[in-house]
C-alpha cells in the first residue's frame, strides 16, 4: 500500500528527500509523474491509467506535505522499510488504508518507474 502524510505534519521536510520515487512534495506544488523517474511522455501505469508523464499534476494538499500514492512504492526494490517514516520526527508518514498493495504490486511499481 502507498504512504500516506497525515494531517499532524509540520511540514519539516525530512522526508521529502529520502524518497527514492520521488513521490514526496511540499504542499501546493505540482507534480509530474517524471519526476525522478524513468518515465516520459504517454504513458499506462500498471494499474492501467494513462497519463502524460511530462505534464504537470494538481497538488493532492495545499497545506502539508503529500505523497503521490502512483508513485509510492514503499521502498520497495530500494529499502527495507518506508524512508519517510523512518525520519519523520512526528510519526506522520503512515500506511494508507485507501491504496492496498501487494509486495509483488510495489515492486512491478517501482521496476516500471526505474528502467534499471
Known sequence: ???II????INCGACEPEC??????EGADDWKYSDGTDLSGSAVLPNGKTVNADE???PVSDEIYYIVADKCTECKGFHEEPQCAAVC???CCVPDDDNVETEEELL???RFMHNE
Open 1 to 3: 500500500m502507498a504512504i
Open 6 to 9: 497525515t494531517d499532524e505534519c
Open 20 to 25: 527514492p520515487n520521488t513521490a514526496i512534495y
Open 56 to 58: 504537470d499534476q494538481e
Open 89 to 91: 520526527p512526528v510519526d
Open 108 to 110: 512491478e511499481k517501482q
